[in-house]
Structure formats: C-alpha cells, structure tokens
C-alpha cells in the first residue's frame, strides 16, 4: 500500500474557527484516507476548545505544539481581535512553510489569518500568499481558487481597485495564464481551456472605457500564452464570462483583480473551493473563507472548504514525487 503524504495543516487565528475546524478534520475519515494530518499550532488551545465544546480532545501525537501562546489561553477572547492572536497565526504559517521546504512534509493545508490581527501584531504581511512569497523567497506568485463549478486564477491580489491598472503588464497577466494553466493540467489530467476577462466594463468597449488595458496589456499576454501552445481565449467582457454555458467550456478563468474571481466563484462554490498558491517550491491550499469570528468556538463552521484543502495538498503532493 503505497505511504500517505504528511500534510501540515495549520490552525489559523487561534480566536477564529480554525482551532475547531482542525479537531474536526483529526477525525475526519475523509482527510485520514489521504493523508498523514500533522495540526501546527497550540495544542492548549485545541484542547480548551474542545472542552469548551464537549469533544474528545486531539491525539497529542498529530499535533506539532509550538506553545505559541505559551500557557496564556485566557487571553484569548473568541471571536476577537488580537495581536497575540495575530503573532501566533504567522508562527504557525512560517513553521509550516519551513518543514515544507525542508521535506519534513509533503504539503501543507492553512486555516485562516485574520489581517487586522496581524497587522496588530506588527506583521508587515496583508495574508498568507504574501507570507508564503517571503519566506520562500518567490518572486512571483498567484492566486488560483478552485473548485468543481468554477475556478479563478488573480493576476491581482490584495491591493485597492484603484491600484490595480497600474500593476497590469502583460508580462503579469502571461505569467498568471501559465501559471493557472500548469496548475489545471496537473489536477485535470488534460490540457485546460482557459479564459481571460477584461479589466473595464464592457472589455473596454475599444478604448471607450478605461485607458487601453486590454488592447495595451491583456489581449497581447493571451497572444503571448497562445504561442506557448496554451488553450486560451479573450479578453472578454466579465459581465458575461461567468454565464452558465461558458462555465461548462472553460476550466480556469484568469481575472484582474480580486473580487472579479472571488465573488462569482464564493457565489457558486463558497463550501467548497479551495485557495492554491501558484508557483511556489511547495505545495500549499487553503480554505476560501475567514476566520469567521462571529461563530468561532460554537462548533457550527462548516469543514468542507478544509477537508476539500486537505485532499487536493494530498493529490497535489503526490504528483509532484
């Protein structure tokens, strides 16, 4: 029988429902099918919330205790921000990362950060994909979600709607769409097909609206991408990309910006997709939500995104051998 891939999976802010979410995936038979599930975070505060919610409390031996919190679990508040809390989501994270890239783990699976308790803590980071780029030392990644109805490559992350033109280049947008096409063919087992929106209203309507961006930078990065031999088509206007017949033709959707990908695919597969970052030496999925603070502790948060992350870090950790 051939050996199951240890997948570190971090437990994200620890006053958020990452600590409840891995109790549930440790016994999960969904995750324990796939992999070796190594929890990297405090195992005082797994075991205070499993008290405080009446489960069994964590096998000891699948938690890498860092005791981050050291003992002060009072201190945290559920459901609030804070810099302890912040400081102890990056250790988790930067932990991770380093048995990843020192082959102690085969991949690695994030609950969420919260970036107001980050930033608190004086991290100079706005979440994990800019974290995972540092410490790698990437210099170029992506962020790609994905899920069985739709998946969404960003060529822009987390930065305002008003900085975003001036980020474009068609080196950035060609880089995504390979990217994004690498990625699909290792999962699928096929070549993609894949689809680029448009930056403005319209695709610009010819210039009518914005300054040029998809004349300028985007239709000439798909022309780029297609010399490479990828499958691609565009830009097209992003108020029609995501209609039903489209969905059913394409396998990645390479969008400018944020919330272009992230709301018709949270609208569409919100308990299930999971976030991947592109290009990086290690394999890394995520969750596609928060840190939900308005429900954590209460044992009601749902675990599909995190299991679903948990099994594509194992498929994705095995083709990559």
């Known amino acids: ?121 004086g991290i100079p980071f706005p979440g994990h994909t800019e974290i995972l780029a540092d410490r790698t030392k990437t210099p170029r990644v992506c962020m790609m979600l994905t899920s069985d109805a739709i998946t969404c490559s960003l060529v822009t992350v987390h930065v305002g709607y008003r900085e975003v033109p001036a980020l474009l280049t068609r080196e950035l947008v060609r880089e995504t769409i390979e990217f994004t096409a690498v990625a699909m063919e290792r999962m699928r087992g096929r070549k993609p097909r894949l689809l680029v929106c448009g930056l403005n209203p319209h695709a610009g309507e010819h210039g009518l609206f914005g300054d040029r961006e998809e004349e300028r930078i985007i239709a000439p990065a798909i022309a780029d991408a297609r010399a490479l031999g990828i499958d691609v088509s565009g830009p097209l206007p992003p108020d029609t990309a995501f209609l039903p017949k489209l969905r059913k033709e394409t396998d990645a959707y390479v969008c400018m910006y944020h919330d272009q990908g992230l709301i018709p695919l949270k609208s569409l597969a919100f308990e299930e997709a999971v976030n991947v970052t592109l290009g990086l030496p290690i394999v890394r999925t995520s969750v596609d939500h928060g840190t939900a603070f308005d429900i954590a502790w209460k044992g009601v948060a749902d675990v599909s995104s995190f299991v679903k992350a948990v099994e594509l870090a194992a498929k994705l950790a095995k083709r990559s051998e």
Request: net charge negative.
């Open 1 to 121: 029988m051939p050996k199951l891939p240890r997948i570190a999976i971090t437990m994200g802010d620890p006053a958020g429902v990452g600590p409840e979410l891995c109790l549930r995936l440790l016994t999960d038979p969904r995750v324990l099918a796939v992999c070796v599930p190594v929890i990297v975070g405090d195992l005082g505060v797994l075991r205070r919330v499993s008290i405080h919610l009446g489960w069994r409390e964590p096998d000891s031996a699948l938690v890498h205790d860092l005791t981050t919190v050291d003992g002060g679990y009072d201190a945290i508040v559920p459901g609030r921000v804070s810099p302890i809390c912040g400081q102890a989501a990056y250790e988790y994270v930067t932990f991770a990362i380093d048995e990843a890239l020192a082959g102690r783990v085969d991949a690695i699976a994030t609950g969420p950060l919260n970036k107001e308790a980050l930033h608190a803590a």
